[in-house]
């Protein structure tokens, strides 16, 4: 069962429970989901994906965006541009991994600063 939490700007993040894999006790590890707008005037576009993956590459954790039914690994430039994700669009990012938290928490703050670009 998920759990949701409410943050500002409209930001809804779900913990999703899963079942490990070979796991004798059954432990449960968590994803974070964030649905976020890309906000800025020129969309997901070479700078700005180049900024996400960078930012991303810095984390150990699994990331992916979710738009227009495609969802990609985030860490891929070819994948983010695929996205085609411009000014408006709601992407959904999951992120997994052990440093999770603060990936998520990283990205939300570059989609809140509109990947520096905006004034």
């Not at 939490?5 to 796991?23: A, E, F, G, I, K």
């Not at 809140?112 to 905006?118: A, G, T, V």
Request: with cysteine; proline share 3%; glycine share 6%.
């Amino acid at each position: 069962m998920a759990s949701e939490l409410r943050l500002p700007c409209s930001t809804r993040v779900r913990l999703v429970p899963r079942v490990l894999p070979n796991s004798e006790l059954a432990l449960q590890a968590h994803m974070i989901e964030r649905d976020l707008v890309v906000s800025n005037r020129l969309g997901l576009h070479a700078r700005a994906t180049a900024k996400l993956v960078q930012l991303l590459s810095g984390f150990k954790s699994s990331a992916t965006l979710t738009a227009k039914g495609r969802e990609i690994n985030a860490k891929s430039i070819m994948g983010v541009m695929l996205l085609a994700a411009g000014q408006g669009t709601q992407v959904r990012l999951r992120v997994e991994g052990e440093d999770e938290a603060a990936a998520a928490e990283a990205v939300q703050a570059l989609f809140d600063r509109r990947f520096d670009e905006d004034n």
